[in-house]
Nanobody, 127 residues
């Protein structure tokens, strides 16, 4: 059973930075698709960045390209999301998610395809 535990959220002013972490345990697959999703109040959950943990190839939605970086540290079993140049529109609960690679592209922002989720960490950006 894959378990995901996020940390690193907080409150920052616009233009600031935060780094989210997600410690992963209990997986047996050599390769996972992992991603960061977010959900703002009154809005649906949306994917922002994903990665193939085998090739380390990252994918980003247009709204975060150039500002967010997804990465992994295999020695620490940890997924990261470095968020720079934050703006109030980035305010949301951020979730770490995972699914088996299963030879399907990890450029996948459909939350229905991910079967493992963390509890979420809140990011608040003030203007």
């Amino acid at each position: 059973q894959v378990q995901l535990v996020e940390s690193g959220g907080g409150s920052v002013q616009a233009g600031g930075s935060l780094r989210l972490s997600c410690v992963v345990s209990g997986y047996s697959d050599n390769t996972l698709c992992m991603g960061w999703f977010r959900q703002a109040p009154g809005k649906e959950r949306e994917g922002v960045a994903t990665i193939n943990t085998g090739s380390r190839l990252p994918y980003y939605v247009d709204s975060v390209k150039g500002r967010f970086t997804i990465s992994q540290d295999n020695a620490k079993n940890t997924l990261y999301l470095q968020m720079n140049s934050l703006n109030p529109e980035d305010t949301a609960m951020y979730y770490c998610a995972a699914r088996s690679f299963a030879w399907r592209t990890c450029r996948d922002y459909d939350q229905r395809n991910y079967n493992y989720w963390g509890q979420g960490t809140q990011v608040t950006v003030s203007s």
